[in-house]
């Protein structure tokens, strides 16, 4: 069955970056974009952008322009989301998801979520 | 602050049927379809309507989505416990050039 798990929690000091993984099974990895999301506590979700795991290609929200950078690395399977330059209001957790055959944006399966918290 | 706007809370007692709105424009919900996404407390979100109003496999078919013009609704009919989640709507925003969620909604089960 298809799988998503991602890294362990984290705690940065503002100004740090922060590399979350998430390793997928169960399904062929470069077939199926993935895509990141982040719920800050007591918030709602807020997409962050796709990645494609199969050439490269990403596409990031307007709003972390500049400081998100989403890789992968096929021979493991896994997608990475590093967030830079972190500022309190970035303490979230963060999801990976995979879409839906053949759609853009319908997520299927998603990490179990990774909690980053910013904190001096 | 989210393009999608949602009611913040719904409530009904068991069995009943409740509704989800879920208010746009036409540069999302107006032209591009619509997902709702199931979100039990602790638990990472499920995808529980794609396409406007098409179920996944193993979600009951309690679960209803619609769309008219730039509003969706998702409907719970036969109310149960379990239901007691936060839901959120989503879309593409051609606008935006990325992906918008709701505000949510927290349904309650009486």
């Known amino acids: 069955q298809v799988q998503l798990v991602q890294s362990g929690a984290e705690v940065k000091k503002p100004g740090a970056s922060v590399k979350v993984s998430c390793k997928a099974s169960g399904y062929t990895f470069s077939d199926y974009y993935m895509h990141w999301v982040r719920q800050a506590p007591g918030q709602g979700l807020e997409w962050m952008g796709w990645m494609n795991p199969k050439n490269g290609d990403r596409k990031y929200a307007q709003k972390f322009q500049g400081r998100v950078t989403m890789t992968r690395d096929t021979s493991i399977n896994t997608g990475y989301m590093e967030l830079s330059r972190l500022i309190s209001d970035d303490t979230a957790v963060y999801y990976c998801?995979?879409?839906?055959?053949?759609?853009?944006?319908?997520?299927?399966?998603w990490g179990q979520g990774t909690l980053v918290t910013v904190s001096s | 602050q989210s393009v999608l706007t949602q009611p913040p809370s719904a409530s009904g007692t068991p069995g009943q049927r409740v509704t989800v709105s879920c208010s746009g424009s036409?540069?999302?919900?107006?032209?591009?379809?619509v997902n709702w996404y199931q979100q039990l407390p602790g638990t990472a979100p499920k995808l529980l309507i794609y396409s406007d109003n098409q179920r996944p496999s193993g979600v009951p078919d309690r679960f209803s989505g619609s769309k008219s013009g730039t509003s969706a609704s998702l409907a719970i009919s036969g109310l149960q416990s379990e239901d007691e989640a936060d839901y959120y709507c989503?879309?593409?925003?051609?606008?935006?050039?990325?992906?918008?969620f709701g505000t949510g909604t927290k349904v309650t089960v009486l």
């Open positions: 998801a995979k879409v839906r055959h053949g759609s853009c944006c319908s997520f299927d399966s």
């Open positions: 989503a879309a593409w925003d051609d606008s935006l050039n990325g992906y918008v």
């Open positions: 036409s540069s999302n919900i107006g032209r591009k379809t």
